[in-house]
């Protein structure tokens, strides 16, 4: 069975600063990864996906994402944030579909 | 290149009314295609997904219903709303499952009153 878990429901950083959104999964099997973001009202936007191929993942927007089969960890991070990536954030593990997390709401003071 | 629309964005319903949204796909052919709810605040469940004209696979018993009558077209139903129905209703698309990536159509506001 495959499931995620966003490790925290709300993040708050300072414009500028890095940004770290935990994933941990579970998988029986070799996973497909994915990070979606989803600003107030819109759907969901690709991020970047990982496919057992390089474990550093580059995504769009400068976000990237490190694979880590010994910690099943699928982390998300920006080395700094903008204004703009304010939002909800979701990672999925994929199988025969999407298993979803319950979100991380992204927040960036000015 | 490809596209995804649902319409209405926004709605509002009385309780025991009947609901019709509708997702249509653009620059692709026999795509996979899903609905999923949203409700505030929370994650995303799967409603129904479709390989194919006429196939619906239904992932939560409730008080909707999907119906895939064209390739690319996907209508997601109710006779009568329950005041549980409002949400953020998404319709996606893929190429298949696994490795596939899903795109995400802007979705629909249902407000059940």
């Known amino acids: 069975a495959q499931s995620v878990t966003q490790l925290d429901s709300h993040v708050s950083v300072s414009e500028g600063t890095p940004v770290l959104l935990r994933c941990n999964y579970s998988?029986?099997?070799?996973?497909?990864l994915f990070w979606y973001v989803q600003h107030p009202n819109k759907g969901l936007q690709l991020l970047l996906k990982?496919?057992?191929?390089?474990?550093l993942v580059k995504g769009i927007n400068g976000f990237e994402a490190e694979f880590k089969k010994s910690e099943t960890s699928f982390h998300l991070t920006k080395p700094s944030a903008h204004m703009s990536d304010a939002a909800e954030y979701f990672c999925?593990?994929?199988?025969?579909?999407?298993?979803f997390g319950t979100g991380t709401s992204l927040t960036v003071i000015p | 290149s490809q596209t995804i629309h649902q319409w209405p964005a926004t709605l509002v319903q009385p309780v025991g009314s009947p609901l019709s949204l509708e997702c249509t796909v653009e620059g692709t052919s026999n795509p996979n295609l899903y609905w999923y709810r949203q409700a505030a605040g929370r994650g995303l469940q799967l409603l129904f997904y479709s390989v194919g004209i006429g196939q619906i696979s239904s992932e939560v018993p409730q008080n909707l219903s999907a119906s895939r009558p064209q390739d690319r077209q996907f209508i997601l139903s109710s006779k009568k709303l329950l005041l549980s129905d409002s949400g953020f209703y998404l319709c996606?698309?893929?190429?298949?499952?696994?490795?596939?990536?899903?795109?995400f159509g802007p979705g629909t506001r249902l407000t059940v009153t």
């Open positions: 990982y496919t057992s191929a390089a474990t």
């Open positions: 996606a698309w893929s190429l298949g499952t696994g490795d596939y990536e899903q795109y």
């Open positions: 998988s029986s099997y070799s996973p497909s």
């Open positions: 999925v593990v994929s199988g025969n579909q999407f298993y």
